[in-house]
Nanobody
Framework: QVQLVESGGGLVQPGGSLRLSCAAS????????MGWYRQAPGKQRELVAA???????KYTDSVKGRFAISRDNAKKTIYLQLSTLKPEDTAGYFC?????????????WGQGTQVTVSS
């Protein structure tokens, strides 16, 4: 069974930085994608950034140039560096793993970590 454990959230002032970590345990397929989603109260969960097993990355437009996703395959861990944070970045941030085998995908979620940007 796959488990994802996030850490690194907290309260930060506008313009500040945080680094989120997501450590995976269990079986990670050779073909996979890991990413971060966020959900603010009353809003839908949205993809923030993702990185594939091949190293390709994608970002939602609102965080391009401010956030950076990376992965350490040996540690089965991904990171999200959040910089120049804005109040609108306040949300629960959730780690996601998509294991792919042929046309079949297996999806897993972490429990989430809260990021609050406020002065």
């Amino acid at each position: 069974q796959v488990q994802l454990v996030e850490s690194g959230g907290g309260l930060v002032q506008p313009g500040g930085s945080l680094r989120l970590s997501c450590a995976a345990s269990g079986c990670i397929f050779n073909t996979n994608a890991m990413g971060w989603y966020r959900q603010a109260p009353g809003k839908q969960r949205e993809l923030v950034a993702a990185v594939t097993s091949g190293g390709s990355t994608k970002y939602t437009d609102s965080v391009k140039g401010r956030f950076a996703i990376s992965r350490d395959n040996a540690k089965k861990t991904i990171y999200l560096q959040l910089s120049t944070l804005k109040p609108e970045d306040t949300a629960g941030y959730f780690c996601n793993l998509l294991n792919s085998y042929g046309s079949v995908n297996y999806e897993y979620w972490g429990q989430g970590t809260q990021v609050t940007v406020s002065s």
